[in-house]
């Protein structure tokens, strides 16, 4: 049995539907936290074409996971319902100690493939709507419920914790915006002494319910996609960054973290955290190892020059790492 160490907090996971929301909610609960689960599609009514998860199965899996699940229906970019929602928690729990921005909703508004003078920018306007408007506005009304108590953690999900580029102009716009936003409101907090920490956060290769979906595999035979996909082979549950997160949220040192953003990888060997199959995936280190692999290759197929092609602006910025990134580029010149 794992050990309570969040037994008696309260937590509100913005996002918590399916996929890192969904897992990190699990994990708060799994350390014993009251979790408000929030999102828009409930049991009978459905946010996201396709996908059946709801916000009220999230919060009984909180529950049979050894917290307490409460499933709030909140639309995040509707400032009224935002508040409404803060002000329930302040009224049943009368604090909040962890506060998780995960709202993303831009699977199907995000245009890969696509340059930024090709795009339907107001598409990509609604994108970054979901994915940054909401995390703006629910943490401009969460916040008081922390700086009141003098104690508390925000937590911004992102994709990368690279400073390069994310391969699709909106797409990038909303993951650094987050990690933009986390450094922000982690200076004002610091400026005003409120014992509240902010910082990001981003997973590896997430093993989502619509991953394994896409890919024709379940939680039980995930492996089999290896070969499809050989990311695969580091991947991990959405549990693995919730448990991390729940790990930050108890660590007496949190406030040395405010500002930055941090890999799930990386904080889960710093704390001896393990996912739930027992496994310690690295994201970091497979990839760099991939990328090795590609670039020892004399003929390279067309999947492994798109993975290099992805890689070369992610190291942007990275001087540890511009050795690398000059080989991809002659490699890319040499091959592609």
Known sequence: MRKKQLAGQVAVVAGATRGAGRGIACALGEAGATVYCTGRSVRGAGATPGRPETIDETAELVTARGGRGIAVRTDHTQEDQVVALFERVKSEAGRLDVLVNDVWGGDALTEWGKRFWEVDVAQGFRLFERAVHTHLITSRYGAPLMVEQGSGLIVEVTDGAFAGYRSQVFYDLCKTSVIRLAYAMSVELGQAKAGVTALAITPGFLRSEAV??????????????????????????????????????????????????????????????????????????HLAAWVERILASPAPTPDELMVLTFRLPQLDFDGARAGERARIAEFLARHG
């Open 212 to 285: 394994l979906e896409h890919f024709g595999v379940t939680e039980e035979t995930w492996r089999d996609a290896i070969e499809q996909d050989a990311g695969f082979a580091a991947s991990e549950t959405p549990m693995f960054v919730g448990r991390v997160i729940a790990a930050l949220a108890a660590d007496p040192a949190l406030a040395a973290r405010a500002g930055g953003v941090y890999s799930s990888w990386a904080l889960a060997r710093e704390y001896g955290i393990t996912d739930v199959d027992g496994r310690t995936p690295h994201w970091d280190e």
